[in-house]
């Protein structure tokens, strides 16, 4: 069964960055998208962006200047660093696997971690 | 970007009752449509994938229908376990979206 779980600290400072590792077990990180995706408290989802296991990335343009992702395939884990981080990047933090199939319309996002709380505030 | 709106935002319904939620996309998205089940503090769950393939493992209740444009979530017969928020997403084209939820709460 694979299970995914983010890990870093709950608590950031305002215009510092952010980071948060995704560990992978029961599964192999080749072949997947892996994913980054935050909801605000009691708000919606966003989708922060998306790294394939080859190091190939893809943004959302909305946080694409403060935002790096990066894949370590040897210890199973990719890695979320939000720059310059202000009160509105407060959110609950997922991690995500994204499968795909030539034979199925788009990416399913089909395991989620239980998802990390990062406050902003000094 | 794609905007995704969901419909109804809430409802209240029964155990045993036909539950069904729609998702309009702003533009065409073909079939590239899932949606998710989430329950308090967990993260989402995926129920259906591309509009109408249930997820393995998924209760057969759970059904998707649409492509284009206009899609829904139908729950034939709801149970206390699918008290929960449900989310479509979109993933035609980045940045994928998602609509902003519907919560199924006890009537």
């Known amino acids: 069964q694979v299970q995914l779980q983010e890990s870093g600290p709950g608590l950031v400072k305002p215009s510092e960055t952010l980071s948060l590792t995704c560990t992978v077990s029961?599964?192999?990180?080749?072949?997947?998208?892996w994913i980054w995706i935050r909801q605000p408290p009691g708000k919606g989802l966003e989708w922060i962006g998306y790294?394939?296991?080859?190091?190939?990335?893809n943004y959302n343009p909305s946080l694409k200047s403060r935002v790096t992702l990066s894949v370590d395939t040897s210890k199973n884990q990719f890695s979320l660093k939000l720059s310059s981080v202000t009160a509105a990047d407060t959110a609950v933090y997922y991690c995500a696997r994204g499968s795909w199939d030539i034979a199925v319309p788009g990416t399913t996002l089909d395991y989620w971690g239980q998802g990390a709380l990062v406050t902003v505030s000094s | 970007d794609i905007q995704m709106t969901q419909s109804p935002s809430s409802l209240s319904a029964s155990v045993g009752d036909r539950v069904t939620i729609t998702c309009r996309a702003s533009q065409s998205i073909s079939s590239y449509l899932n949606w998710y089940q989430q329950k308090s503090g967990k993260g989402p769950k995926l129920l259906i994938y591309?509009?109408?393939s249930l997820q393995s493992g998924v209760p057969s209740r759970f059904s998707g229908s649409g492509s284009g444009t206009d899609f829904t979530l139908t729950i034939s017969s709801l149970q206390p376990e699918d008290f929960a928020t449900y989310y479509c997403?979109?993933?035609?084209?980045?940045?994928?979206?998602f609509g902003q939820g519907t919560k199924v709460e006890i009537k």
């Open positions: 591309a509009a109408s």
């Open positions: 997403q979109q993933s035609y084209s980045t940045p994928w979206t």
């Open positions: 790294i394939f296991y080859s190091g190939n990335t």
């Open positions: 029961g599964g192999s990180i080749s072949n997947y998208y």
